[in-house]
């Protein structure tokens, strides 16, 4: 080959290699490392478990503090023999692919950007290295420094940079990060010797623009390259490799990852480690789902067929090599050593490899956007052999890649999809192919959908579990989302489906929610944070991390509204700050949408209303959500103590579906006394008579009305201590006993109206129009006598005064009054706020069932709302 010659530079000539000479041999030749010694004689290379591959990308060794945290976790790693493969510090690759881009625009300015990349290293050396070390480094540095502005001169001149040219500038990073990690290790005392895997590593072009290993041809050459160099410690070039004519080349996307895979089936390797800035293989993309969980463990046809469809993992090809000889590969994040990774290996048929408590059948979802779907139909297609190879010959004529296939079993239709970029190509190639059959009618159309995506259901278990596809579909089907083509192979390692781009995030995130969520993962939303309302927040925050690890139940709190704002969230508020963040992201409370946001959810499967207020228009709405199939759960008193038409509407809506309505703090606040009473009737027990002390605040008044003390005293204390409602006249006026007396005699299936209950007032009349409750609490002491002559008459008597309200079953009446009871009756042993309530019945008709403990305060009652939850998600299918 004659080479124009200008300064001693070669310039546009074509490299002749053979043994890696050329008329540039010299300025391509690797430096010897004056550390490594030839041994006197050929030391064999040991093969097999003793060694451990490790892989550093460019953001590990991307600073000099990381490469030094690679140099102790090499150190640090017990294997007995160890070969490292590094890429180019961060950026360098970008940098030097930049050099030549200047180099052949005749840009000057590549003589100042790879000045650029000689400070950089020079630098990183300077901080890591001393001495002799440092010294030889930057010798060898500079020299290449030097060679390579002699060629990027050469491709100045020429204007062009053939793929050898711009394969060995590029490659340099690997050689300096290389070189200077095993400075560093060696520095700590560690034998260890630097490989330019351009010496070993031999591939052959493909004319796919990918590269297959010789594996023969390297394992000679790697036996070769360690007589002369036996080490316990390796640090080799990733990236980078030479052809059979010894041209120096790279290993193209992922080619670093692909250099680790290639040594470890060489070495016959225990184990493939690639270290990266991630904890592991995610179920899914975790920017597109924040709920997205890391795989311990996936098959390599899990690991293939998820890389294939964009998820980021190995590249397909990475997996191949060490396939061959079952050598795990293992993601792990250098940035957090605690953090155990994805291990990618072969698993037993039986084993899904997640050692979650929850195990899906889907391993994984991963998604390509920016796709076309191209569908060719035609009656004429059907029985007619060849179309399918027109179609994609047609296709392959203009280098279009063919993401999916889908055919009718009919062939009456065949459709594929391609990047979006490729489909007008690829419609003209087939209008052109087929505009014969077309003009005759035999094909009907090529019909282009764009703005495509495919979403990807990847898992092992998938073969042999029935019922996946349906799961998959369904949870497409109840996220609204339209499917426009389907494809599985019958290995059934993964289901694909073609979707509309703007529906692709949603559809992830529903099945993802489907397969990888418990069926107990509930939308919450929460109506009233008044007192009751943040107290059960409050305990929601403290409980939720324990109900998600040890019971698999999930509550995630999508909306919180009162009645001037609202906070919603797409994926849970933050309980611990949803107090601020009500403040600081809070809208203008409006139901309608509040309810759409929580329910719109399509990502989780239930959907649950918890009402803490007392407003009888959200309790008219209950009968509409439950339609809706959303779950209520309430403290509220109003729906079961409203008119009667209303409430056996709704119980019977209620009965005929499977959702649920749960009520027990509207009696008794945290007390069973509702599920009590449905345990009684729904074990076929008769009601004969419910009677009890039923208002925490009364209780507490009669318990401490006694001795010399006057009623408004008593009623003074209790409004200070917050037992009373803010005006003590809601309490007194016994409206609120009577409602639970309804709700309890409705229970009993007795058809009452609130009006049916005789109700006898401690208000006394002439205060029941008092203008406020301080004018109320001013003039209730001149009543005090009328109360103090009943105490007395009582005491009389060997009795204590208390309120009560009473069901008659049998009469199917109810009343609320203020009644005597003997010393040694249960209801005068009350103290407190407690609440007590007797059930007499068939069974219980001698002896009472007493029910008896707190029953007013926030405490127990949002704790009876959170037993509700519970119970509902145990409904659900939690473990109980």
Not at 252 to 261: H, W, Y
Not at 471 to 489: D, E
């Amino acid at each position: 080959m004659v080479c124009k010659m200008d300064h001693g530079i070669a310039i546009g000539c074509v490299p002749v290699w053979g043994k890696r000479q050329s008329c540039y041999a010299q300025l391509y030749a690797p430096v010897a490392d004056p550390l490594q010694k030839e041994p006197e004689e050929r030391t064999p290379l040991p093969k097999g478990n003793m060694w451990s591959i490790h892989k550093f990308g460019g953001t590990c060794v991307g600073t000099s503090q990381r490469i030094q945290n690679v140099a102790n976790i090499i150190i640090n790693d017990d294997s007995d023999r160890k070969l490292v493969v590094v890429s180019a510090m961060s950026k360098v690759t970008d940098m030097m692919y930049d050099l030549i881009y200047k180099a052949q625009s005749r840009d000057e300015s590549y003589l100042s950007a790879l000045d650029a990349v000689l400070e950089k290293h020079k630098l990183t050396a300077m901080n890591l290295l001393d001495g002799n070390d440092l010294a030889s480094f930057l010798s060898r540095l500079h020299h290449d420094i030097s060679n390579l502005k002699a060629m990027l001169h050469a491709i100045y001149i020429a204007g062009h940079a053939t793929e050898s040219f711009s394969d060995f500038v590029v490659g340099h990073g690997e050689l300096w990060s290389a070189q200077i990690l095993s400075s560093v290790v060696r520095k700590q005392g560690v034998e260890c010797n630097w490989m330019d895997t351009r010496d070993v590593l031999i591939v052959n072009p493909t004319n796919s623009n990918q590269v297959d290993p010789d594996i023969l041809e390297s394992e000679r050459r790697l036996e070769s390259w360690f007589s002369k160099n036996p080490s316990r410690i390796i640090i080799a070039t990733g990236f980078i490799a030479s052809t059979p004519q010894n041209i120096p080349t790279t290993l193209k996307r992922d080619g670093s990852d692909f250099s680790a895979a290639i040594m470890g089936a060489l070495f016959m390797a225990r184990q493939v480690t690639i270290w990266t800035d991630v904890d592991g293989v995610y179920s899914a993309d975790p920017r597109k789902v924040s709920k997205a969980v890391i795989l311990r463990k996936l098959s390599y046809q899990e690991a293939w067929e998820m890389s294939y469809f964009g998820a980021n993992v190995l590249h397909p090809r990475t997996i191949i090599p060490v396939m061959r000889y079952d050598i795990p590969i293992v993601i792990r994040n250098i940035f957090n050593l605690s953090a155990p990774g994805t291990t990618i290996c072969r698993l037993p048929a039986d084993e899904n490899g997640d050692s979650k408590q929850l195990k899906s059948l889907v391993k994984g979802f991963a998604t390509i956007d920016n796709l076309a779907l191209v569908n060719v139909e035609g009656t004429g297609m059907a029985g007619v052999p060849g179309t399918a190879d027109d179609i994609f010959g047609a296709v392959k004529d203009v280098g279009a890649n063919v993401i999916m296939i889908s055919q009718a079993s009919s062939e009456h239709s065949v459709c594929f999809a391609v990047p979006e970029k490729e489909v007008n190509a690829v419609a003209e190639a087939l209008q052109s192919r087929f505009c014969q059959a077309l003009d005759a009618g035999r094909i009907s159309q090529i019909e282009v959908i764009h703005n495509c995506s495919i979403l990807a259901a990847v898992g092992q278990k998938m073969a042999s579990t029935p019922g996946v596809s349906a799961t998959l579909f369904n949870a497409l089907a109840k996220a609204n989302i339209n499917v426009r083509a389907i494809a599985q192979g019958c290995s059934e390692y993964n289901i694909t489906v073609v979707l509309k781009q703007e529906d692709c995030i949603r559809a992830l995130r529903a099945v993802h929610s489907r397969f990888y969520l418990s069926k107990t993962t509930i939308a919450m939303g929460i109506i009233g944070p008044g007192l009751i309302g943040s107290t059960f927040l409050d305990q929601l925050r403290d409980q939720a991390g324990v109900l998600k690890e040890e019971f698999n139940i999930d509550l995630c709190v999508m909306g919180i509204t009162g009645s001037r704002t609202m906070v919603l969230n797409d994926s849970g508020i933050d309980l611990p700050r949803w107090r601020e963040l009500k403040k600081e992201k809070g809208e203008v409370a409006n139901l309608e949408k509040f309810v759409q946001h929580v329910h719109g959810n399509h990502f989780i499967p239930n959907t649950v209303l918890v009402d803490c207020t007392e407003d009888s228009s959200v309790a008219s709405r209950y009968y509409e959500w439950l339609c809706k199939g959303i779950h209520i759960i309430t403290p509220n008193k109003k729906a079961n103590s409203g008119p009667l038409d209303q409430y056996l509407k709704l119980r019977a809506l209620q009965r005929q579906s499977y959702t649920h309505y749960f009520y027990e703090a509207t009696v008794g606040a945290g007390l069973p006394i509702i599920s009590t009473l449905q345990g009684l009737l729904e074990t076929g027990d008769k009601i004969l008579r419910i009677e009890g002390i039923f208002s925490g605040t009364l209780s507490y008044i009669f318990s401490n009305f006694i001795g010399t003390r006057a009623f408004s005293e008593v009623v003074g204390e209790a409004k200070e201590a917050d037992y009373t409602e803010p005006d003590p006249r809601d309490d007194l006026s016994g409206t609120d006993v009577a409602r639970k007396v309804i709700i309890l005699a409705r229970e009993c299936g007795l058809k009452l109206e609130l009006d049916n209950i005789p109700v006898q007032s401690l208000v006394p009349e002439p205060l029941r129009a008092s203008a406020t409750a301080e004018e109320f609490m001013q003039q209730l002491p001149q009543f005090d006598q009328d109360m103090a002559k009943n105490r007395q008459d009582a005491e009389a008597a060997g009795e204590v005064l208390r309120y009560v309200g009473v069901v008659d079953a049998v009469n199917k009446t109810g009343l609320v009054e203020l009644r005597r009871y003997k010393n040694d009756h249960p209801f005068a042993q009350l103290s407190g706020s407690d609440n007590i309530i007797a059930f007499t019945t068939s069974r219980y008709k001698q002896q009472p069932l007493i029910v008896r403990g707190p029953g007013a305060g926030a405490q127990v009652t949002a704790g009876g709302v959170f037993n509700d939850v519970l119970r509902l998600a145990s409904y659900l299918g939690a473990p109980s």
